[in-house]
């Protein structure tokens, strides 16, 4: 590679820099109606902020409001194609969400795998798949503004846990600038039980 060649490619290096900040800029004063201050490439954990909620309650960030209303246990799960099978050290966590799309202008995108739980070790459990022909389950939905959507995830995990929380982080492709963790925590003893689902 000649040397015209390298002074061109990094021409064209710097111009992408540059382009790629100003529509960052664009994004961020389009969704929060100020300039960018200052940039930080990495994420910085400590820069996170958790928000601890009970079931029930709702938290708002970058004009999104969510709100984790009822949580159940089940050792049943019906959809189209019949009932869902589960070991007997297992259970069923059902999990009801209304997200609020608060923005004037643009539509937000949700879905069932942009939540996650977590029990009182760590462990993460990621939205059950199989069960996406159950009435009412949330998936892949897009919002259009001032609308909302309801929905129910399904997590499967142990029976022995003694504590689950939900966890919805604002920070995605829509909000890259968002530090806001919601987290719904609740005792497993308290989770009331059904005798099938829906």
């Known amino acids: 590679m000649g040397l015209k060649s390298l002074i061109i490619l990094g021409i064209s290096l710097i111009i992408l820099l540059l382009v790629g900040a100003n529509i960052s800029n664009f994004l961020y004063k389009s969704f929060y109606g100020k300039d960018i201050k200052n940039i930080s490439i990495y994420v910085d954990e400590d820069s996170i902020k958790e928000i601890n909620l009970k079931i029930g309650e709702s938290t708002e960030s970058s004009n999104i409001r969510i709100l984790v209303e009822r949580i159940y246990k089940t050792q049943k799960v019906k959809g189209v194609m019949g009932f869902r099978k589960i070991k007997d050290n297992e259970t069923f966590i059902i999990v009801k969400v209304r997200v609020d799309n608060l923005r004037e202008n643009s539509s937000y995108y ?27 389950a949330l998936t892949i939905t897009t919002i259009p503004p001032h609308r909302y959507v309801e929905g129910y995830i399904i997590y499967k995990v142990p029976k022995n846990i003694k504590t689950v929380k939900i966890i919805y982080n604002f920070r995605n492709v829509q909000n890259i600038f968002d530090s806001h963790t919601a987290i719904w925590e609740i005792n497993m003893s308290d989770i009331p039980y059904i005798e099938e689902f829906p």
Request: charged share 35%; proline share 0%.
């Open 110 to 136: 949700i879905s069932n795998m942009d939540f996650f739980l977590i029990d009182e070790n760590g462990k993460k459990y990621d939205c059950e798949m199989n069960v996406l022909d159950v009435k009412d």
